[in-house]
């Protein structure tokens, strides 16, 4: 049978990018989304016109985190199956601390870190049947902080730690593992050129990544059958980069 993809927040960016390449090397997708409709159900029907029935979305707040189960409920009775979960959905924004407020840090730390870890127990049961993969969207920043955004890091430290952890406690069942992508897609706004440049300039490739480096490193994680409980970091070599000056 067809294997099967849930990847949360994938009607675009990154998400989106990901949907594509794994639908192009034979999965069936669910494409998750929360406000971005329009988006989702244009790359359905995209990829539904290269292979009938290969591609459906459905929408669900991540932050709810008791309506989870809701999704392993759809994926199931659509198709049945599920093989790999990729908990891509992600919030991002500064907060400094001076400004940090108390739904902010609840919508952070819900997408970042609580709902992977209570989506991947709602799909437990469904991943367990095929030997099951569930890669997470990790960071570069949950080890090196990035200015003002303290509770983002946070959520994606623990992120991190839930990777290593669920590893071992869902071993040998299911394989899990993360990606932590450096300069790969800018902001959509608030971002200067001024500060890309300088972002550029630290990398050792000199130049940022693509969408597709991401999605190619989750295929390799996929069927790295040996590999569980591991961080792969595509960044351009930029987090070992030397120290300047003395």
Avoid at 95 to 108: R, V
Avoid at 135 to 163: E, F, R, S, V
Avoid at 178 to 198: F, K, L, M, R, V
Wanted: hydrophobic content about 40%.
């Amino acid at each position: 049978m067809t294997p099967v993809a849930l990847i949360t927040g994938a009607a675009k960016r990154l998400g989106a990018s990901t949907a594509t390449h794994l639908h192009g090397i034979g999965y069936d997708v669910v494409i998750h989304y929360h406000r971005s409709h329009q988006q989702a159900e244009d790359l359905c029907s995209q990829l539904n016109a290269l292979r009938p029935n290969s591609a459906v979305s459905m929408s669900n707040d991540l932050t709810n985190l008791a309506t989870l189960n809701e999704i392993s409920d759809f994926v199931e009775h659509h198709y049945g199956r599920l093989d790999v979960l990729i908990n891509n959905a992600s919030s991002f924004y500064p907060t400094p601390i001076s400004e940090l407020q108390i739904s902010d840090y609840n919508d952070l730390i819900a997408t970042n870190m609580s709902a992977p870890l209570f989506l991947a127990q709602a799909c437990q049961g469904l991943l367990t049947k095929n030997n099951g993969v569930i890669i997470n969207m990790c960071d570069i920043h949950a080890k090196k902080p990035l200015k003002q955004h303290t509770a983002y890091c946070m959520a994606k430290a623990g992120l991190q730690m839930m990777t290593y952890s669920l590893a071992n406690e869902l071993a040998p069942n299911i394989r899990v593992n993360g990606i932590a992508p450096g300069a790969i897609e800018w902001p959509n706004a608030g971002i200067s050129q001024q500060a890309i440049d300088q972002v550029v300039s630290d990398i050792p490739l000199a130049r940022k990544g693509a969408s597709d480096d991401i999605a190619q490193a989750i295929a390799y994680l996929i069927e790295a059958k040996y590999v569980t409980g591991h961080i792969l970091t595509v960044d351009g070599g930029r987090h070992y980069n030397a120290s300047r000056g003395a």
